[in-house]
């Protein structure tokens, strides 16, 4: 497991470089709980968060399971969950992250292996939104809140030759190589500018980390 640990926090600080901070593993916590190993609903994993969340605006906590509970608005595998960091004064028990083993680099979920998902995680734990929020803007929605991601209507998946312009009234094709779309991880290279920025703000405002 340790070695796991080790290459995910390697993938993360190269991937969150550009913002500024970078991560080290404090603590790793074992737990034998078959419950906690199977989250069937997200108010399972409560119970687990109490008892192993470290509490710290600042403090990371990335729990690592079997199994997460499957989307209501989508076929498919659900690969993680994320609070964000508004969230944190009403609810910091909650805070963090939880991802299946198995995206883990090496893990041995197909396409989807390499570090990406956490990286994908840790971007909402920093404040951004998926790049397909909302989906094609309108005069009541800004999408993801960053002016320089091209808008998306759709989630992408695997990993296209050419992306996909499925916001044609808008400028840019679909950002089929951000970590926060839903592409495979040989796919998922890049946060914009935009988004570096946003996630300082966010982590200024909400972590008190100075970046």
């Known amino acids: 497991m340790d070695i796991y640990v080790q290459n995910q926090v390697t993938i993360l600080n190269r991937a969150f470089v550009s913002v500024g901070i970078s991560f080290k593993s404090a603590k790793v916590t ?62 910091p028990i909650s805070d963090g992250v939880m991802v299946v083993f198995s995206t883990l680099p090496g893990g041995g979920f197909l396409n989807q292996d390499l570090g990406a998902n956490v990286v994908h995680e840790v971007g ?57 779309d839903y592409t495979d991880d040989t796919c998922r290279t890049q946060f914009t500018p935009g988004q570096v920025s946003r996630m300082r703000n966010m982590l200024r405002s909400y972590r008190g980390i100075d970046v």
Not at 59 to 77: A, D, F, H, M, Q
Request: aromatic share 10%.
């Open 30 to 91: 074992r737990w034998l709980a078959p419950a906690w190993f199977t989250i069937s609903s997200l108010p399972d994993a409560a119970p687990m968060k109490e008892r192993l969340a470290v509490i710290s605006p600042d403090v990371l906590n990335i729990y690592v399971v079997g199994v997460l509970p499957k989307p209501t608005t989508r076929p498919g595998t659900t690969l993680g969950y994320s609070s964000f960091p508004w969230n944190y004064t009403t609810d």
């Open 124 to 180: 909402h734990w920093s404040g951004l939104w998926h790049t397909f929020q909302g989906g094609c803007p309108s005069p009541n929605n800004d999408g993801d809140s960053v002016a320089d991601t091209p808008a998306e209507a759709l989630p992408t998946f695997g990993c296209p030759t050419v992306a996909a312009d499925s916001c044609p009234g808008d400028p840019g094709l679909d950002p089929i190589h951000n970590f926060m």
